[in-house]
């Protein structure tokens, strides 16, 4: 079964950080470039960040520039998301998705993708 899993997410105060990571299983994430997305209660989705296959191209949401750091260990089948100063608006489930053959590049930002993770909560509160 092909599936993707985020982990790491929890209550965290502002200011505060976490490391999610986006797992896969049944297939190998090399092939794939991963986005990270966000849906907050009563909000719509929305893409946060967005790594290439080889892990030499990344891309931010403004909100989350200089904060937020996508990264990828192909060895170990494995995306994260770093999240630093993290602030009350960034409550939200967060989700993994990936994008393979063909055209990943042009859809690695994008909301086309071929997998979806079920989400890890991310509350940031005092």
């Known amino acids: 079964q092909l599936q993707l899993v985020e982990s790491g997410g929890g209550l965290v105060q502002p200011g505060g950080s976490l490391r999610l990571s986006c797992s896969a299983s049944?297939?190998?994430?090399?092939?794939?470039?991963i986005s990270w997305f966000r849906q907050a209660p009563g909000k719509e989705r929305e893409g946060v960040s967005c790594?290439?296959?080889?892990?030499?191209?990344?891309d931010y949401a403004d909100s989350v520039k200089g904060r937020f750091t996508i990264s990828r260990d192909n060895a170990k089948n494995t995306v994260f998301l770093q999240m630093n100063s993290l602030k009350p608006e960034d409550t939200a489930v967060y989700y993994c998705?990936?994008?393979?053959?063909?055209?990943?590049?042009?859809?690695?930002?994008?909301?086309?993708?071929?997998?979806w993770g079920k989400g890890t909560l991310v509350t940031v509160s005092s």
């Open positions: 998705a990936a994008a393979g053959e063909p055209s990943w590049w042009s859809r690695r930002c994008s909301y086309d993708m071929d997998y």
């Open positions: 049944g297939f190998t994430l090399d092939y794939y470039a």
């Open positions: 790594i290439s296959r080889s892990g030499g191209s990344t």
